[in-house]
């Protein structure tokens, strides 16, 4: 009698400690994150703009908001005093509606904007820091409605949206005609809709249901649809405020590292609450009726499987019944027989792949391969193969099939095993096939929209990243350099300012295509701001050649353009940092090296290039000496020169 007490004990000590082990997780040891480390030119221009002004919108909760009492809060409020703090510089707040805040930093009456969804006409104006907070935005219509829940159904309709907010530029861009409502914020545009002046109301969601909340009027207004749109809540400065904005993404970095961003999400957004768990002592007997009737069920249903063995022991019979089940589906189906390879396809399945059922049957096992692409053939064979094998209850995969016109369409393709022998032997397999390749082509479309600028189509700012990591641990690896080039337009605002941003897009989108023709393939050029490009030149072994490509750079730029017959022209000042993987450096710091680079060359007279000297911590004009030379400057190590 005492053994299973002590292995109940011995149990609730492992489990004591486990629970232990799991509570204490959390306050490991680790490294705490360095703080932040701004440079002696950041700290300079802090001292000389002391006190940062920044600008937030009078009601925008619960990122930013003047409460009753008159005192500014939200998560970007606290977020940017935390900042302030932790880098050592001393803030002014003042608050506007959301298109004054705008116009104030513009006309440089404030310094930074705390809250502003990224876009491409705004990133014309305006320099964005990283994103601080992804925010969906979404519709709201009275709770009465029924025919509004999809992007299309608001043609014609009369939508509130807050004044200058982005949902204007997107329903724009996306054809959309409408009466548009325009209000001062959020809680304006969702009292409109509740009074019966607009139809929707389009809107941050984590806003408008504070509004609803704080206001409970939770029970007039309902969201509908998907999501429109994820906008990229992040901080703005003037267009060229460099240095400003690489202090506040010191900043954001640093309160995402230490955990401080997550914590102001949990507090301001929340989290939901976890289920009680059930008291069992409390539910015993219902658990034990709950067993008793499985225990019958199980019963049944055993008598009920010896049944159909029985009957599904004559093989017409099945096929009967199962052509039965093909031909009265109006789905894509299909039957495989294990033991024979013979697979039945009804006629749904023949057409999405352009054929008549009679072309096709009958169709084996090998005759159904054929029309799988063959990367994908592998994961498809080996999912029917575990399922087979009773490792996984079902089987289903995405696979590109082969359309009778020559295209490949992706199909959705689920079964499972419906008939297995006595000793566990799968019998007939049965699944159905779904066209998703209106769904990959949404998917592709949101990757280029991640990964690539909309005007030029180089990579973008976060393409860029990923690719400069990937090349500086690379040449860890192999010992090769990394150059990376900073390059800033000269001339190009004048050709904004005399001629209007649609010719000035039309010169980004020439230069965008001249660097990509100069540049190899397996180098990198993305567009990172209004008139500013990156490049990185991989595999290089000698400074030298990679500054021979630079001047080609600097030829190609300043050709002239001709646009409906107007010949404009630019040049560009480019920064050049380079690095061998015998350097322990980071990505960052490439890229500030570079970009003070640029600048100098600016200072030295435009047109040319400047290398950064890493030794002294300033960059040194390359236009006037040559390669050789210039490679000896480098404050670097290359691989071989």
Known sequence: MQAPRWTLRLAGAIVLLVLGAVMLWPYRSEDSPSPILLTPTERAWLARHEPIRFISQSSYPPFEFVDAGGERRGMMIELVRWIATEAGFHVEFADAEFQVAQNVVREGKADVLTSLFFSEPRDRDFDFTATVYDVPASMFVRKTRTDLSALPDLAGKRIAIQRGDFAEQFLRAAGIAFEHLPTANFAEATQA?????????????QIIFHHLFSAQHDDRLKLVGDPL???RNAMAVREGEHVLLGVIDKGIEHARATGTLARLERKWLGLELQPRKPDWRIYGPYALGALLVLFAVVVWNLRLEALVRRKTADLEAKERRLQEIIEGTRAATWVFDVATGAIEINEHWAEMLGYRVEELRPIRFETFRGFVHPDDWAHTQDRIDRHLAGEIDHYASELRM??????????????RVTLRTEDGRPVVMAGIHIDISASKAHEDELQRMAYFDGLTGLANRALLEDRLMQAIARARRSGELVVLGYIDLDGFKQINDRHGHGYGDRVLMVIAQRLAQTLREEDTVARVGGDEFVFILREEDKIEAALQVVERLLGRIAEPIVLDALELQVSASIG?????GAEDIEAAQLVRQADDAMYQAKLSGKNRYHLFDRARN??????????????RRAGCTPAST
Request: hydrophobic share 35%; proline share 4%; net charge negative.
């Open 193 to 205: 809709v509740i009074d019966g002046e607009a139809d929707v109301l389009i809107g941050d969601e």
């Open 618 to 631: 300033r960059p040194q004009p390359g236009e006037a000496a040559s390669a050789t030379q210039a490679g």
């Open 576 to 580: 050049i940092s380079a690095c061998s």
């Open 402 to 415: 082969r359309h009778r016109d020559g295209r490949w369409i992706w199909m959705l393709d689920r079964g």
């Open 229 to 231: 749109y994820i906008g």
